[in-house]
């Protein structure tokens, strides 16, 4: 009996006690709201979709963080929260960490770049290197793979899982070069390399390989697996050779 009626009155909790804790708090919401209104602009509340409870949707509100704020070129300068791991704090480089080796202020377009992995790391200290050493050709490298809200990015690719739906990929890095021709980059353990779904001729490479094969004067894509913390310097070939100018039929 207990048990029958212990969702019912769990619910009613979770609503008496929300009620009572937003009239409790509601001056100093409202004084938040005041405050983020003056500050940040509007809208003052931020509404945004999320996987709950087994995966299922649910809409969240929370004050508005991003701002209006523009640099003196007048472009708009977002502030976002980036959130990470306790374990994975290692793994956050900031550009005023590579100040000294990033003469032609390339990447960081968030700060700090929280990398999932230690190759992913490794991979961009090398090619932001191999970039600053022959930066002619180069627009830009992007680190692609922390931004998969749909709200924050533009650039991801669908493809259908395991489970029947559509799915969203976003890819680690985008080298873009001033031809507008740019190289997927994807960072993968060794262990993953025949994954179903991450794996090299898994569900999400052969999506992007669709978008190579009808652009194949302009995209490349590339899955680098390693079993170390590190990426291999000859694995790097390929992609310094598209910063270079080097790939065949480039020149």
Not at 5 to 30: E, N, T
Not at 152 to 175: A, L, M, Q
Not at 213 to 235: G, K
Request: hydrophobic content about 35%; overall charge neutral.
């Amino acid at each position: 009996m207990k048990r029958r009626f212990y969702p019912f009155f769990k619910r009613l909790f979770d609503i008496v006690g929300a009620a009572f804790g937003l009239v409790v708090l509601s001056p100093v919401l409202l004084c938040v709201a005041i405050l983020v209104k003056k500050k940040l602009g509007s809208p003052v509340i931020f509404k945004q979709t999320r996987a709950g409870y087994k995966g299922n949707p649910f809409t969240i509100n929370k004050f508005r963080t991003m701002t209006d704020e523009r640099d003196e070129e007048g472009n708009v300068v977002y502030t976002t929260e980036i959130a990470y791991r306790k374990d994975k704090e290692h793994l956050l480089l900031s550009w005023r960490d590579m100040v000294a080796q990033n003469e032609g202020d390339f990447g960081f377009h968030y700060d700090p770049y929280n990398f999932d992995s230690s190759p992913e790391q490794d991979f961009f200290r090398q090619v932001l290197h191999a970039i600053n050493v022959e930066p002619e050709q180069v627009e830009d490298i992007y680190f692609t793979g922390g931004l998969t809200d749909p709200n924050k990015t533009e650039f991801y690719i669908e493809y259908k899982g395991e489970d029947g739906r559509w799915h969203r990929y976003s890819p680690d890095f985008v080298v873009r070069r001033k031809d507008g021709r740019c190289y997927i980059v994807e960072i993968k353990a060794e262990r993953e390399r025949n994954h179903p779904v991450d794996g090299e001729h898994g569900r999400k490479a052969m999506a992007v390989r669709r978008w190579e094969h009808l652009n194949p004067d302009r995209l490349r894509y590339e899955i680098i697996f390693t079993d170390s913390d590190s990426v291999a310097f000859n694995q790097l070939a390929p992609v310094r050779g598209f910063i270079q100018n080097a790939r065949e039929g480039d020149k």
